[in-house]
Nanobody, 124 residues
Framework: QVQLQESGGGLVQAGGSLRLSCVGSGYNFRNYAMGWFRQAPGKEREFVAGINWWGALTRYAAFAEGRFTISKDNAKNTLELQMTNLALEDTAVYYC?????????????????WGQGTQVTVSS
């Protein structure tokens, strides 16, 4: 049974930073691409960043480029998202997701399992 557990969300002031983590279990973590998505109130879930199985290839949404960094530690079964220069519009629930295969990670359709999410709130 695939399990994804996010942590690291919280309240931060605009311009601040947060690091989100996701621990995967119940499957061979190293074999799969991973990603982060987010959903703000009243909006659809959107892609934030994705990474391939080895961690060598990444892809970011335009709003995340240059501010967010996704990383994958296969030895620790951990996916992370370092977020810097946070803005009010980054407020959302952030979800960790497992890819269907090892090297596709750019769209929601490339993922088949999701965590419960962690709340990120950016204040002015």
């Amino acid at each position: 049974q695939v399990q994804l557990q996010e942590s690291g969300g919280g309240l931060v002031q605009a311009g601040g930073s947060l690091r989100l983590s996701c621990v995967g279990s119940g499957y061979n973590f190293r074999n799969y691409a991973m990603g982060w998505f987010r959903q703000a109130p009243g909006k659809e879930r959107e892609f934030v960043a994705g990474i391939n199985w080895w961690g060598a290839l990444t892809r970011y949404a335009a709003f995340a480029e240059g501010r967010f960094t996704i990383s994958k530690d296969n030895a620790k079964n951990t996916l992370e998202l370092q977020m810097t220069n946070l803005a009010l519009e980054d407020t959302a629930v952030y979800y960790c997701a497992r890819g269907i295969v090892s090297n596709r990670f750019g769209r929601a359709a490339d993922f088949d399992s999701w965590g419960q999410g962690t709340q990120v709130t950016v204040s002015s």
